[in-house]
Structures are given as C-alpha cells and as structure tokens.
C-alpha cells in the first residue's frame, strides 16, 4: 500500500514538471524570438507596475489603517467630521472596529417642492378642503391611499438612478427569473409523470436530474428575492427616517413645536417616526412581490393556460378572478382604520412607558409604583380590547378567504383541466391533441400525452392559484398598509404645516390668538432684547386660540443691562423667554433679538438642567459636539476653565476624564446640573444669557459668584427668578402680576439716584420715630425711679419692686443723685400709691403700644428696604 502510494505520489511529481518544463519552455522560445529592446521595455514595465502596485497597496493600506483609527477616536470622543459639502461623516461601531457613515442633510427645495404634495393634495383624493390635509381622513382602499402612497413613494425612490430604483429592478428581474422557473418546473412535472408512466427509465432519471438542478438554482432565486425584500425595505426606511429627522429636528423648533402648538399627531412622534414607519416600509417592499409578482404570474399562466386549455377557461378563469375578488373586498373588515388606531393605540402605550423611564426618580420618591401601574394596565387593556377586536373580525373573513381560495379554487380548477378531454372543441392545444388522437392515434400514447398535459396544467393551475390567492390576499396586506401609509403621511404632512407655518386657510374664521392669527414679527440680528407691544399668550393646540397672560409687553434690554425678570408663580415669566426664543407665536408686536442661538448671540438656560447622552465633554459644550468644539479652536483645558468658574473644576477627576460616557442625569445632584449649564454658558460665553431659575438649587454665596463672573465676561444676564436677593446683580427689574388681577407689569431700573434718595427719606423717617420711642423710654424710667421713692413704709425705704431693677441697671449714678435730690423736692411724695400705680398702668399700655407699632412698621420698611435690593 505503502509502496503503490509512493508511486502515485511520484507519478504525480512528474506529471507537474512536465508542465511546468513545458510551459516554461514556451515563455523561453518566446523570449528568445523576441528583440532585446522589447523584452527591457517589458521588464521596466513590469518593474514599474510592480512598484506602482506595491506603492497604492501600501497607501490604501496606511490610508484604510488611519480611517479606523480616527474611526475609533471619533467613536470615543461621541464626534464627527464635517464635510465641504455640508455632509457630515459618523462612525458607528461594528463588530470589532467601526463603519462609516456619511449623512447628507435634505435640501430646503426638496423641502419646497415636496409641500404641495403633503400640504395641498388634489381634491379628489379627498384629503381636507384642498388647504391643509385632514389627518382623520379614514385610511382604506381609496384615491387617498393612492395619492398619500405615491407622494411617500416619491419621497422613497427620489430619482430613478438612485440606489432604491436599482434595488427594485433587481428584485424585479428576480421575481421575474421564479415566474419563469415555475413555468420550466411544470412542464418538467409534466414531463417527469409521462415518462415514469412509459417506463422510460433513462428519460426517468434524466428529468430528475434536471429536476434537481433546477431546484437548486430556484432556491437560489428564493433567498435573493427574500433577500431583495429586505434590502428594499431597510432602504425606503434609511430614506423616510432621514428625510423625517431633517424636518423635525431643525432651525424651525418643529420638534417643540409639533407636539405643544400643532397636536397633529397627538402624544408624540417617536410612535410614527419608530413603529410605523418600519412596518410601512417592510408592508411597501412586500407589496412590490405580493402584488406584482402574482401580477406577472397571472398573466404568464394564464396566457400558458389559454394555450393549453382554450378561450373558455380563460374567461372562467378571469371571471373567477373579479367575482373572488369583488366579494372579499365586500366582506372585508376595514383592516386599513383598524391598523392605524392599532397603530395609535400602541404609540399612547409606548409613550406611558417612555414618562415612566423618564421620571423614575419622582415616582419612586412618591411611592407611585401603583398609580402608574394602572394607567399602563389601563392603556394596555384598551390596546388589547383593540387587538382582541380585529382577530375577532378576522376570523370569519380567513374563512371565507381560506375556503374561497383554497379549495373552491381547486376544484374549479379540476373543472377548467378537463376542458380538452371532454369538450375538446373548446379545449385549445390540448383539446387539438384529443381531436388529432381521435382520429387513429395510439391509445397508450394519447393517454399518456393526457396524464402529461394534465399534470402539467395542474401544476400550473395550482401555481395560478398561488398566485391569485396572494393577489387576493394583498387585498388584506393592502389594507393594512393604507393604514400604515396613512399615518406616515400625517405625520410628515404635519412636520411641513409647522415647518411652513401653514395654517392660514383664506375665508375661515381665525379664533384669536390661535396658530393662524399669527401677526407679529420676529427681528433676529439685534445688539439687545427688544419687546414692543407684544402679548404674552400660552397658545392652545391649533386650531384652538391661546390664553392670554400679558396683555402688551413692552422692554428693551441692551447689551450691559442686566435684567431680572420676578413676579409669582405661574404668572409668565418663563413664558416671555419662550416668546423671544422662538417656541411660542409672537402674536401681535415685535420682538427684537440677537441672531443666533448659542456663541456671539442669545443662549437660553431652561428651568429644567438638561444633560445630553454622551461624554462629560458633551455635557459643558452641548449643543456642540466634539468636531465643531475643535473648530472653534477650543480644548479641554477651556473647558476645565469654564468648570472651575462654575465650581466644578473637580467633575473630570471624579468622574474619570472627559471621554467618560454615564447617564448623566442621575449621576449629577440637582445644584451640579445647574453648576453645568452656568458652565456651558461660560464655554460659549454668548452676548446675552436668559437664566431661568438656573441657581436655584445652588447655594447663594456661590450664586453670587457665578452671577459675577458671568458678568465678568461680559455676558448680559436675562434672569427670571423669584429670589429678591439676585436683584443686585441687575440693573433693571420687570416686575410681573401687579395690579389686582394680578395682569399689570412694571419694569424699574434698580439701584438710581431717586431710588437711594428716597430709601434715604424713609430711614430718616424711622430714625426719628425710632428716637421718639427713645424719649418715652427715659420718661418711663423717671417715672420708674419716682415711683420707688413712693415705697416708704414708717419712715424705712422699702426695697423697690423686680421692674425699678432694670430701670435701675439702666441708670447712670449721676442720673441716680438727681433723682434723689428730685425725690427731696418734689411734693408729689405726698400722693397715694394707688394714684401713682393709676398713673404707671396707664403710661405702661401706652408705652407698648408705641413701642410694638414702631417696630412692626421699621421691621416692614426694613424689609421692604431689603427686597428692593438697593444698595445704600
Ligand atoms: N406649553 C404650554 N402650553 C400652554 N400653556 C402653558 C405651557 N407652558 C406653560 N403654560 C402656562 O403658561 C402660564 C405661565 O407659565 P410660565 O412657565 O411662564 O410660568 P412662570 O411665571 O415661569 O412660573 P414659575 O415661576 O413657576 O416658573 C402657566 O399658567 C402655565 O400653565
């Protein structure tokens, strides 16, 4: 064994070097014949290739090593790279390095050209007055549908060279590939049964080796047209989210704005932008092969079928088709509306979820664990009754479905197969064979030729019912996806009614002061904050009008004034910063403001710290990120700055460097959110700052320091604030509810000449009656002094009574001689006790009276004197 394997072994060697002998030999005579000038030409050539070769590999390589290193150090840092075009390039993490990303944002006149399709459809289609769509229009198989599909559509595929076209022809010429598979597989069938039947065993075992064959390559077709599907969906998605995230979370506040002025879609997006977006795209790719790849079937095997089976099956066929097709549309359950209050449904119980996760601390101080079980056990319960309803609804529609499609189909079927054996007049190719056989061919064969034809149009038939049983069953699929397509539209059509701010609608009546009676102007680019005649309103949601908390407002603040804006609770205080910022309508006036948000402009601090997911380097630059805190040629040792001044010099040590990603929320104490936003201020160092409450939860001595170097870097403050001590690091006060009704504003300047003169006027005023007390004291001690002299008792002085005591203490001794010399003079001694105690009781009262009505009123004005925060 040993032996015979050496020799094969050996045998092989040599079969290798003879070619190898003979191919080299080859290249040597060709070398040989060739000239000496045209082989050093060759061999510079290939030097220089392989050079050149070596040097891009090396390159791509160096080049492909520097992208994941920057890849993995952008992924750390939560950074970006802005391109020239506007673009900006992510990385993601992906498997063990990362992938990039490059994310172009959508044209403004993509924006522009897309609006008359969500915000003015064709009247026919039914959608609203022609103006503004309605989003209650009932999802279902309608010109709705059809126009809010086509517009998404445009949205999907925005160009026909685009990736999603490629996709979908790819799919396409799949599907096409399995319809005619399934036609070559019948005939096979076919041919396979006859040959079986003939005994014909080579024949036999040959078409199940093309039967094989075939079978591996139509799995291949399977899985790619899966494949296809998925790629197809995961596509329309990428373009759908992209395009909502560009019209949601831009300049124009739409994120605020859709969901506290708009209302259009109710509790919140994420429900529409998460959920339903997805199953909109999975049902839109589907659709593409659950409709139009039955459609190609249908026609190709019915074609195949006409020829085999003749014009009557054909029309039977078809009118098999329409009358199916007529009476499930009849009966089916509106599957379009139940969908899309599913839809809803889930997205109101999502949402409870999400505000739990959101204010799991003030749950769990209050012990509401409880509270919010029932509302989520309450909203699920609805959603379930919802769910429970529509299964209900379908089961009496699958069966009908299953019965219908599966097997009256069938057995119609058998009916249409049998069309050439006995009516072969009417029997088209087969019904010819029939007649030709009848007239002198072999028995055997012809049979034989039947089962064939039989068995191949059977297949056919079952592959026809296939199909049109999918076709009918779309009819569902589609359905379903009016509804999901129904509540996509809404939402985007609502993102372009607040991005346009089209709520006007000529010749209907505007309720004041709702989203359509917006009739102020917003001035950005101004060296202040300017207010002239403007209202304050809480809008309502539209078309509702707005509640009105100032009548007119009006102010200006310029850069160096520094304003604290006090008042009560609830009064609207932080209500003027969401006017000048941008949030709520101004409706009437004008309102004047610096240009941008943020460096060089006008940056708000909202009442509520907010800290954003990422590092610690995100939270003191937020709303920067890493790559736009780099252009601005800033470093962490500007950001150490910015926390040292805030106090917090100490975070990046104890939480373990810039980089360190925490759920920043729930690792900061309340005064350290705060000290980060005033740090976050002190980073972009912006011309104006509007503080809302911003140190309310930080201790005042380090309040006032903040407040100090704020001003030190020339930030003009905005400050709305109930605390009377902050006045004194502004210069003006906008005093809100005063007046009765509490509607009446006053803005004063803080700390002028006239104010001091006349806190001056009232101190003076209370030292004089302070010094009116003065006297009544000493005259009350004289009286004291006199009225111990009046204790004698046969002739001896009786010790005086606990109240001379303190008088006593109280006088000097020199004031104690006179008394006594006053004692010996005065006449009075001859006067009864009881005229003197008279005398005494009745000064006493007075005494207090004056002394308790002084000091309630200097405590007052003291008080007073405080709060204004003037600095005497
Ligand atoms: N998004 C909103 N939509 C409608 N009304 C609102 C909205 N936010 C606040 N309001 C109402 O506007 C009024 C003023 O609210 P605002 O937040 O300005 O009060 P504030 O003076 O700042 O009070 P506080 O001192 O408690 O912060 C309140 O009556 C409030 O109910």
């Given at each position: 064994?040993?032996?015979?394997?050496?020799?094969?072994?050996?045998?092989?060697?040599?079969?290798?070097?003879?070619?190898?002998?003979?191919?080299?030999?080859?290249?040597?005579?060709?070398?040989?014949?060739?000239?000496?000038?045209?082989?050093?030409?060759?061999?510079?050539?290939?030097?220089?290739?392989?050079?050149?070769?070596?040097?891009?590999?090396?390159?791509?390589?160096?080049?492909?090593?520097?992208?994941?290193?920057?890849?993995?150090?952008?992924?750390?840092?939560?950074?970006?790279?802005?391109?020239?075009?506007?673009?900006?390039?992510?990385?993601?993490?992906?498997?063990?390095?990362?992938?990039?990303?490059?994310?172009?944002?959508?044209?403004?006149?993509?924006?522009?050209?897309?609006?008359?399709?969500?915000?003015?459809?064709?009247?026919?289609?039914?959608?609203?007055?022609?103006?503004?769509?309605?989003?209650?229009?009932?999802?279902?198989?309608?010109?709705?549908?059809?126009?809010?599909?086509?517009?998404?559509?445009?949205?999907?595929?925005?160009?026909?060279?685009?990736?999603?076209?490629?996709?979908?022809?790819?799919?396409?010429?799949?599907?096409?590939?399995?319809?005619?598979?399934?036609?070559?597989?019948?005939?096979?069938?076919?041919?396979?049964?006859?040959?079986?039947?003939?005994?014909?065993?080579?024949?036999?075992?040959?078409?199940?080796?093309?039967?094989?064959?075939?079978?591996?390559?139509?799995?291949?077709?399977?899985?790619?047209?899966?494949?296809?599907?998925?790629?197809?969906?995961?596509?329309?998605?990428?373009?759908?989210?992209?395009?909502?995230?560009?019209?949601?979370?831009?300049?124009?506040?739409?994120?605020?704005?859709?969901?506290?002025?708009?209302?259009?879609?109710?509790?919140?997006?994420?429900?529409?932008?998460?959920?339903?977006?997805?199953?909109?795209?999975?049902?839109?790719?589907?659709?593409?092969?659950?409709?139009?790849?039955?459609?190609?079937?249908?026609?190709?095997?019915?074609?195949?079928?006409?020829?085999?089976?003749?014009?009557?099956?054909?029309?039977?066929?078809?009118?098999?088709?329409?009358?199916?097709?007529?009476?499930?549309?009849?009966?089916?359950?509106?599957?379009?509306?139940?969908?899309?209050?599913?839809?809803?449904?889930?997205?109101?119980?999502?949402?409870?979820?999400?505000?739990?996760?959101?204010?799991?601390?003030?749950?769990?101080?209050?012990g509401g664990a409880e509270m919010e079980k029932t509302f989520l056990n309450k909203e699920f319960k609805s959603l379930k009754n919802w769910m429970e309803g529509i299964y209900m609804l379908k089961i009496r529609y699958n069966i009908l479905e299953d019965f219908i499609l599966k097997y009256s189909w069938s057995a119609y079927g058998y009916l249409l197969s049998s069309l050439p054996v006995f009516l072969p007049a009417w029997g088209g190719l087969g019904g010819a064979t029939e007649q030709a056989g009848g007239h002198g061919g072999e028995k055997y064969g012809r049979e034989r030729e039947r089962m064939k034809d039989f068995i191949t149009n059977k297949r056919l038939m079952l592959s026809l019912a296939d199909a049109g049983g999918r076709m009918m069953y779309s009819i569902k699929d589609l359905s379903e996806l009016a509804g999901y397509t129904s509540r996509v539209y809404t939402l985007i059509s609502t993102l372009h009614r607040a991005h346009a701010n089209a709520y006007y609608v000529r010749g209907r009546e505007n309720e004041l002061y709702s989203l359509s009676d917006v009739q102020g102007t917003t001035q950005k680019g101004f060296d202040g904050v300017r207010l002239e005649n403007v209202p304050i309103v809480a809008p309502g949601l539209w078309p509702q009008g707005g509640e009105e908390l100032i009548e007119s407002l009006s102010m200006m603040i310029r850069r160096g004034d520094h304003l604290l804006i006090s008042g009560p609770n609830g009064i609207g205080k932080s209500a003027i910063a969401r006017v000048i910022a941008g949030l709520w309508p101004v409706y009437r006036g004008l309102v004047s403001r610096p240009k941008n948000n943020g460096e060089d402009g006008i940056m708000f601090l909202p009442?509520?710290?907010?800290?954003?997911?990422?590092?610690?380097?995100?939270?003191?630059?937020?709303?920067?990120?890493?790559?736009?805190?780099?252009?601005?040629?800033?470093?962490?040792?500007?950001?150490?700055?910015?926390?040292?001044?805030?106090?917090?010099?100490?975070?990046?040590?104890?939480?373990?460097?810039?980089?360190?990603?925490?759920?920043?929320?729930?690792?900061?104490?309340?005064?350290?959110?705060?000290?980060?936003?005033?740090?976050?201020?002190?980073?972009?160092?912006?011309?104006?700052?509007?503080?809302?409450?911003?140190?309310?939860?930080?201790?005042?001595?380090?309040?006032?320091?903040?407040y100090e170097t704020c001003k030190e870097k020339g930030i003009t403050l905005i400050t709305i604030s109930t605390r009377a001590s902050l006045k004194k690091y502004h210069t003006y006060n906008l005093v809100l509810g005063l007046g009765e009704r509490g509607d009446e504003w006053e803005l004063q300047r803080i700390g002028t000449e006239s104010e001091k003169m006349h806190v001056e006027r009232e101190l003076q005023e209370l030292r004089e009656r302070l010094s009116q007390v003065e006297a009544w004291k000493a005259r009350r001690e004289e009286i004291e002094v006199e009225l111990n002299k009046v204790w004698v008792d046969s002739g001896e002085e009786l010790s005086p009574p606990s109240y001379a005591d303190i008088a006593k203490q109280n006088t000097s001794e020199e004031e104690q001689q006179q008394d006594q010399q006053q004692q010996q003079e005065d006449t009075a001694a001859e006067e009864t006790q009881d005229e003197y105690q008279e005398a005494k009781s009745v000064l006493d009262s007075e005494l207090t009276e004056t002394e308790s009505d002084t000091e309630t009123e200097t405590e007052r004005d003291v008080s007073t004197t405080e709060g204004s925060g003037i600095v005497v």
């Open positions: 064994m040993a032996a015979q394997s050496t020799l094969r072994h050996s045998a092989a060697e040599e079969a290798i070097a003879a070619f190898v002998e003979k191919y080299s030999e080859i290249i040597r005579t060709k070398l040989r014949n060739t000239t000496r000038t045209t082989r050093l030409l060759c061999t510079l050539a290939l030097a220089t290739s392989i050079i050149l070769a070596g040097e891009g590999t090396r390159r791509r390589w160096k080049r492909k090593r520097a992208e994941k290193e920057q890849g993995r150090k952008l992924v750390r840092t939560n950074s970006w790279l802005h391109n020239k075009d506007g673009s900006r390039t992510i990385y993601v993490p992906y498997k063990d390095g990362t992938s990039k990303v490059v994310i172009s944002s959508t044209k403004p006149l993509t924006f522009e050209a897309h609006r008359r399709l969500f915000l003015n459809p064709p009247r026919v289609s039914g959608l609203g007055d022609g103006h503004v769509p309605s989003a209650q229009t009932k999802p279902g198989l309608n010109l709705a549908f059809l126009h809010q599909f086509l517009s998404l559509m445009s949205i999907m595929i925005p160009r026909w060279t685009s990736k999603e076209a490629g996709l979908l022809v790819s799919h396409g010429a799949f599907l096409m590939l399995r319809t005619y598979l399934s036609l070559v597989v019948a005939r096979l069938d076919g041919e396979i049964v006859r040959d079986l039947v003939a005994g014909n065993g080579k024949a036999f075992l040959l078409g199940l080796a093309k039967w094989c064959g075939l079978g591996g390559f139509a799995s291949y077709t399977n899985a790619m047209i899966k494949y296809l599907e998925s790629k197809v969906s995961i596509a329309f998605r990428t373009r759908l989210t992209r395009y909502i995230h560009d019209l949601y979370l831009n300049d124009n506040l739409n994120y605020y704005k859709l969901h506290n002025l708009d209302g259009g879609v109710g509790q919140g997006a994420d429900q529409y932008i998460t959920q339903d977006l997805t199953q909109f795209c999975a049902a839109a790719a589907n659709l593409y092969s659950s409709l139009g790849k039955p459609f190609v079937d249908i026609c190709v095997f019915n074609y195949q079928l006409y020829r085999s089976l003749g014009p009557l099956a054909l029309t039977g066929l078809l009118s098999n088709y329409f009358l199916t097709a007529s009476i499930l549309r009849k009966l089916s359950p509106p599957f379009g509306k139940l969908k899309a209050v599913e839809g809803r449904k889930e997205g109101d119980f999502r949402s409870l979820h999400a505000r739990l996760i959101a204010n799991a601390e003030e749950v769990a101080f209050y009442q509520r710290p907010y800290l954003s997911i990422g590092t610690l380097r995100d939270q003191v630059i937020y709303p920067d990120g890493e790559a736009d805190m780099r252009e601005k040629r800033k470093n962490e040792y500007d950001l150490k700055k910015a926390l040292d001044l805030a106090r917090l010099g100490y975070l990046p040590d104890r939480e373990g460097g810039w980089d360190t990603r925490k759920e920043w929320k729930d690792v900061l104490s309340g005064g350290e959110k705060q000290r980060v936003a005033i740090a976050r201020l002190l980073y972009h160092e912006p011309q104006f700052a509007f503080i809302d409450e911003g140190t309310s939860a930080v201790s005042s001595d380090v309040e006032g320091l903040l």
